[in-house]
């Protein structure tokens, strides 16, 4: 009769435990960001207060930038391109190979993502911000996915595909989750990555994402700060959450462990318990009725009164 598994219990993450879990968490977020609009003319305050504040501090990166990438197309077309696609692309990706590859690592780094994501949606419904592209044109500031949207699926509503850019908040622009993801990216690709290209791409992919925000004039560079500052909180909050975590588990388990050792059938060659502590078959002085029962009972009856059970 072949032997069962016990059920592994050295808490690496499960497919079908993580899966709907980023999903909901994801959802959450996307409905989150679509639900919460504020009031425009509030939001284009908070944008000019953000420019008037960068000019006070001598920080004026987006209007060279933007002017580079609206005069240049053969570099605002890529910056686009990166805009709209790569925010979508590389994190799950990073979060694949974790889960695969560095799986030790992975229940950390995902509820580190997972929880500032969370923080940033409270970010757009405490402050909703106008982008720099969406201000008056005498603002000086273009809005290169616009320029530049016969390249690309997206229209001139931020990045949402044509026709669906009802379906995004164009005024959840503080702080910037693609510059905090993108940090969040590079910090696994550094500590995590074994060859001196991975660590490269760590440093060089939040800032190209940086350079890429405030380029397409889709946000100011305190933005980008501010998604930094978001990724610093929820790195703060990850251990917190994962001893609640864990204690939540641990409360659990012993209930888990009990209703499966209960039916854990015992096999030929000596019983186990549910932790799969194997007990070996003494041998047995005889067939004695009045001694199955007790043999039964501690291990020590003989072999085919063992396998019949």
Not at 30 to 47: E, F, I, K
């Amino acid at each position: 009769m072949p032997r069962n598994r016990v059920p592994r219990t050295d808490g690496r993450p499960r497919v079908w435990s993580e899966l709907p879990l980023i999903v909901v968490v994801y959802v959450a977020y996307s409905l989150g960001r679509l639900v919460v609009r504020g009031d425009v003319s509030t939001a284009v305050d908070n944008g000019l207060a953000i420019l008037r504040l960068e000019k006070s501090l001598t920080l004026n990166a987006e209007h060279p930038l933007n002017r580079l990438f609206t005069d240049h197309a053969w570099l605002g077309v890529p910056a686009d391109f990166a805009y709209a696609s790569l925010h979508y692309l590389v994190t799950p990706a990073i979060l694949v190979w974790l889960f695969r590859n560095r799986a030790v690592h992975y229940r950390a780094a995902r509820t580190w993502l997972m929880g500032s994501t969370l923080i940033g949606l409270v970010g757009f419904t405490l402050m909703p911000t106008c982008p720099p592209r969406l201000l008056d044109a005498s603002h000086g500031f273009v809005d290169t996915m616009a320029q530049y949207s016969s390249y690309g699926w997206w229209g001139a509503e931020a990045s949402a595909p044509r026709g669906l850019g009802g379906m995004t908040n164009q005024y959840a622009a503080m702080p910037s989750l693609h510059v905090g993801w993108s940090l969040w990216c590079g910090v696994m690709l550094w500590r995590h990555g074994r060859t001196p290209l991975m660590k490269t791409l760590g440093v060089a992919y939040p800032l190209l994402t940086t350079i890429v925000v405030m380029g397409t004039a889709n946000h100011y560079f305190l933005d980008a700060v501010a998604g930094a500052a978001v990724m610093g909180l929820g790195l703060l909050l990850t251990r917190p959450a994962l001893r609640l975590s864990q204690r939540v588990r641990s409360r659990f388990a012993p209930v888990a462990a009990a209703a499966s050792g209960a039916s854990a059938p015992v096999v030929s060659g000596g019983c186990e318990t549910s932790a799969g502590e194997r007990i070996p078959h003494q041998r047995g002085t005889g067939n004695r009725p009045a001694d199955a029962d007790n043999g039964a009972r501690d291990g020590t009856g003989d072999t085919a009164a063992t396998a019949a059970r």
